[in-house]
């Protein structure tokens, strides 16, 4: 059977449709969730300006998505189309329609791990560069590519792709294997500050089994960095990780990369990790250090510094509060136009559910951002609050 060739950007919301006929999903159980998010926005610097130039903003916003998922054992696939938009009477310069999909594809035996997670997203750069903080990937996996600077009005095309694949040679060894492409596109590209980058990259690991639930594993790595000019890395690194429920794991890695660019110098940078995510009836942790290397939208690799903590827990069935953090250090590899970059966000929220489908939702966050070579730092205080509607939530 032919499968129609799609463009993301111009058709993103029919994928959902394609890959349901091209993988012949007909036969699988299907779940179909609705969200709907309407709600009250404030910041009183949204662009995270320097003092006396903030932007402060007010007004509406409205976030609507739909996942659809396979409800089967061993093999799942979702994915979520979601649009954002928000509406600033006295800051219309501000206004932007923001476009998502998420999905994933995953495969699961007793010896053989596939998982494939997929990332697309169209919007405005104070998103893009100025991240939440509940974003920034997967355990380990941190997202790269923001910097955090503005000029002018702006908007990103970004698109992620990274499958994995791990098994189960004996009861003893094991083998993983993965991959990774990024590519991001500015719709004007404004020299130090935003400009197309991209990275593809490999890896190949092998390891033994400590127990029936952690493994000790070697990785040989390979990437290629491609911003205003070209830059190969080769590396490798030791992990140790467990699994101690399908909730629940952990992970400690260290090793090295060479980083080499097309002008200039090479240089050896250190890559860590460590951290875990563990789930329990009421209360939900995320905590993750890393430190890796990566090209951001101002044109150049910088090798970055990041913690991120989630921390969710269920006061009663009908009360929820949630607390978050980011914070993030980046050093450019080698001496050039890019200056020292700290960043901070800290968030605190809450959600009241009143009825099964219907619930009230509060956040406030607090950003905070330093530049090198500015006079001085700078730092936003921003809330929202809003009805969230599930029409299909079963509890």
Known sequence: MLCPKLSIRKHWAAVPLAVAVCTGASAANWEVAPRVQAGYRYSDNYRLDLPSQEVEVSGGEADVGVTFRTVDPRTNFEITPRINATYFPDEKDEDSTDYYLTAGFSDVTPRRRINVPFLYSDEYVVDSELPEAGEGGELGEPDQGDSGRFVQRNRRDFFRIAPSMSYDIS??????????????????????????????????GFGFLTS?????????????????????????????????????????????????????????????????????????????????????????????????LRIDHDVSQRFALRAGARLSRDEEIEDGSYPTREYAIGELGFEWRWLRQWSLIGTYNYRWQEYEDEPSDASASAFLIGIVYEPKRAQ
Not at 181 to 191: I, S, T
Not at 250 to 273: C, H, W
């Open 171 to 204: 009861q003893r060894y094991r083998m993983e294997l993965n991959a990774h492409y990024l590519q991001a596109d500015f719709e004007n590209q404004l020299p130090g500050f935003q400009q197309d980058f991209s990275e593809v990259g490999a890896g190949a």
């Open 212 to 308: 029936p639930r952690s493994a000790l594993l070697v990785r040989a790595l390979a990437s290629q960095y491609d911003t205003t000019t070209t830059t190969d890395a080769y590396g490798g690194e030791v992990e140790w990780n467990t699994q101690y429920s399908a909730n629940s794991r952990a992970y400690v890695r260290v090793g090295a990369q060479q980083t080499k660019p097309e002008r200039g110098s090479s240089d050896t940078n250190i890559i860590a990790g460590a951290g875990g995510q563990w789930a329990s009836q009421r209360n939900t942790l995320f905590l993750d250090f890393t430190r890796s290397v990566g090209p951001v939208s101002a044109g150049t690799v910088v090798e970055r510094h990041q913690l991120r």
